[in-house]
């Protein structure tokens, strides 16, 4: 069964920083696209980086110059650096990955979840 694990959530000040990693295990061909979204308390999930298996990079302009997503494709394993948080950068982040279990096709796989809350 093919999981992704994710840590480094917590509690912290405005303007500290946290680095959230999300491992990929399980029986995994190729994995394509991997990205990062959050969610909000009685809000939808929103998009906030993603990163291409050539290391291609996108990110929400509310993130932009703040957070930085990078790939480890030798331990399946994505990452989101954030700095600068600020109190609106409180939510749920949740990894995600479009992989290839040994199918011809791609699926989304969604990691648990991890609290990220920002104190002012």
């Known amino acids: 069964q093919v999981q992704l694990v994710e840590s480094g959530g917590g509690l912290v000040q405005a303007g500290g920083s946290l680095r959230l990693s999300c491992a990929a295990s399980?029986?995994?061909?190729?994995?394509?696209?991997m990205g990062w979204y959050r969610q909000a308390p009685g809000k939808q999930r929103d998009l906030v980086t993603t990163?291409?298996?050539?290391?291609?990079?996108n990110y929400a302009d509310s993130v932009k110059g703040r957070f930085t997503i990078s790939r480890d494709n030798a331990k399946n394993t994505v990452y989101l650096q954030m700095n600068s948080l600020k109190p609106e950068d409180t939510a749920v982040y949740y990894c995600?990955?479009?992989?290839?279990?040994?199918?011809?096709?791609?699926?989304?796989?969604w990691g648990q979840g991890t609290q990220v809350t920002v104190s002012s």
């Open positions: 990163i291409t298996s050539g290391g291609s990079t």
């Open positions: 995600n990955a479009l992989l290839f279990v040994g199918s011809s096709r791609p699926i989304d796989i």
């Open positions: 399980g029986s995994i061909f190729r994995i394509d696209d």
